[in-house]
């Protein structure tokens, strides 16, 4: 069964650092292209950034460029998104997800996990 | 980016009815759209993928239609655990974006 487990979330102050893992399993890790989306309070959903599978090659929206680095270390089955100078508009519940293997949407989800950004 | 905009915001239904939500993008995205089904405190299920391709395990009162700017996802005949927000997703130029959402609740 394929699973996907956020952790990492919680509160931060504005300007803060927060780092989110996401654990995979059941599945082959390295094969899947893998992403990031978030959906803020009563708003709808919105991609953050993926990674390739090898990890090569990373994608960021641009709200968020210049402050997050997505990783995945395939030896772990886990991937990151390292998140600095967060701001209270990235208050949201952050989703990983996979890719489909043949196209760009995501096929499992994990359960989210919430980051709340406040002084 | 190409935007993507979902309509109506809220459909108001019984179950058996018939669902039919719309999604328009502002420039062409060929095939390139997927629908995704949302409930509170859940995961995401992607439902149909390249505008008409169900996803795996995907019930088949679920369809998706459409090309270029304007597609559909129709439930033929809503059951209970259909009632929830589904939205849009294009994967065609530039960022992935996602549709702002339509709310099917329990009439």
């Known amino acids: ?119 | 980016e190409i935007v993507l905009t979902q309509s109506p915001g809220t459909l108001s239904l019984s179950p058996g009815e018939r669902a039919t939500l719309s999604c328009r993008a502002s420039q062409s995205v060929g095939s390139y759209l997927g629908w995704y089904q949302h409930k509170p405190g859940q995961a995401p299920r992607l439902l149909i993928y390249d505008a008409s391709n169900r996803a795996s395990g995907i019930p088949a009162r679920f369809s998706g239609s459409g090309s270029g700017t304007d597609f559909t996802l129709t439930i033929s005949s809503l059951e209970p655990e259909d009632f929830a927000v589904y939205y849009c997703q294009q994967r065609s130029n530039g960022p992935p974006t996602f549709g702002g959402g339509t709310k099917v609740e329990i009439k």
């Open chain 1, 1 to 119: 069964e394929v699973q996907l487990l956020e952790s990492g979330g919680g509160l931060v102050q504005p300007g803060g650092s927060l780092r989110l893992s996401c654990a995979a399993s059941g599945f082959s890790f390295s094969s899947y292209d893998m992403r990031w989306v978030r959906q803020a309070p009563g708003k709808g959903l919105e991609w953050v950034s993926s990674i390739t599978a090898s990890g090569t090659g990373t994608y960021y929206a641009d709200s968020v460029k210049g402050r997050f680095t997505i990783s995945r270390d395939n030896s772990n089955n886990t991937m990151y998104l390292q998140m600095n100078r967060l701001r209270a508009e990235d208050t949201a519940v952050y989703y990983c997800a996979r890719l489909l293997l043949t196209s760009k949407y995501c096929d499992y989800w994990g359960q989210g996990i919430l980051v709340t950004v406040s002084s």
